[in-house]
């Protein structure tokens, strides 16, 4: 039996950085694992043009510790008035990675995001064009669909409809939750990728509502039933090259989280990479674990695997801090519920 795994340096497909205090709390507990991430935009207000996303990044640079290395991968906030020529001007100066997409109203900070979809249509042609991906929020918002349908009818009623008007454009389904986005996004030819959350292989809604509900484990998209988890889990270990690791680590502050209306997020940064390996090692599939976190994702977005490596030990368990201190209070770290053994040295 193997103790010890050697990968090379994985990246995040999919991170909220916030800003001010939050962010000089969240950057290292992604960086000290993690060599590059796609940078969520859904600040308030949001990074929507090509100057924005150069200040944030400049942000982050600046509130990187000392003799910590990260390169984060910026992204533009899709609105009605996105300006094609911006967006190509950011791509082109090799600023912006992708171009993300929230249905308005469906997850925090979502308000700015898209109602008429046509609006956007001379974008995405631009984006199809030039080759830069677009990244989705992969949930309806209407009123009446129930949450838990909400990513499923989705696929049918905008992303499919989305890929056949614009077939040259690369998507990526964003922390899909369901069957429905698996089998989805496997059909699909290679211009459609997907990020899997480590949260998401874990928990179902269960964990969310049985025994008293646990506000730590809601996010958006809310996790769906265990069939669900089940298939995403063998999507993830599979070794299929579309699905990569996106965290969706999104810290709030433990007094908006534990909260009459409470935000939606699960912060995942701090101990990904020891959940991961014991969810891979219980598939048998610790040696696709590099494929998920390393190589998948990179060659999506048509950039070079990292060189350097991290190495994963498996011992007695390894402890992580239940909660950080972000300066604006606790932020409780991902409970996984069982014990990790892997240990991580980058
Ligand atoms: C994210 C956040 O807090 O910004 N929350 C979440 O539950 N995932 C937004 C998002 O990615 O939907
Ligand atoms: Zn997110």
Redesign the pocket.
Same mark, same amino acid.
Do not use: F, I, K, Q
């Given at each position: 039996m193997s103790h010890s795994l050697t990968l090379r340096r994985p990246d995040d497909w999919?991170l909220?950085l916030?800003d001010g205090a939050m962010l000089r709390a969240v950057l290292p507990e992604t960086a000290r694992h993690f060599a590059r991430a796609i940078i969520?935009p859904?600040l308030v207000p949001p990074v929507v043009t090509g100057a924005q996303a150069a200040a944030y990044r400049d942000r982050i640079m600046a509130a990187l510790p000392e003799g910590m290395a990260f390169e984060p991968l910026m992204t533009l906030y899709l609105t009605e008035d996105t300006d094609p020529a911006d967006v190509a001007a950011a791509h082109a100066s090799g600023l912006v990675k992708a171009v993300k997409l929230?249905p308005a109203g469906?997850?925090?900070?979502?308000a700015s995001g898209v109602r008429d979809f046509a609006r956007i249509a001379p974008v995405l042609e631009k984006m199809a064009e030039i080759g830069l991906p677009l990244c989705t +929020?992969g949930?309806v918002t209407a009123a009446e669909v129930d949450i838990f349908d909400r990513e499923a009818l989705f696929i049918d009623k905008v992303l499919d409809p989305i890929r056949r008007a614009h077939p040259g454009l690369r998507v990526v389904m964003?922390?899909i939750t369901t069957s429905q986005a698996v089998d989805y996004v496997t059909a699909a030819d290679e211009s459609l990728g997907a990020t899997i959350?480590t949260h998401h292989l874990v928990i179902n809604r269960n964990h969310i509502l049985v025994g008293g509900i646990k506000p730590h484990y809601?996010?958006?998209?809310?996790a769906k039933r265990e069939e669900h988890r089940l298939a995403l889990v063998k999507a993830a270990t599979s070794g299929a090259d579309r699905f990569f690791l996106g965290t969706?680590s999104?810290? +709030?502050v433990d007094p908006l989280k534990e909260h009459a209306c409470g935000?939606?997020?699960?912060f995942t940064a701090t101990n990904t990479m020891s959940v991961l390996a014991e969810v891979f090692e219980a598939e048998g599939a610790l040696d696709r674990l590099e494929g998920f976190t390393s190589l998948n994702g990179p060659a999506f977005y048509r950039l070079p695997a990292n060189e350097a490596t991290i190495t994963l030990t498996k011992g007695d368990p390894v402890t992580y801090p239940a909660k950080i201190d972000s300066g604006d209070g606790p932020v409780t770290v991902f409970d996984p519920g069982f014990p990790l053994h892997w240990r991580v040295d980058a």
């Open positions: 999919h909220h916030r969520m859904n929230y469906a997850t925090t900070n979502s +929020h949930e964003e922390h959350t809601y996010c958006l998209p809310v969706d999104a810290p +709030h935000c939606a997020g699960c």
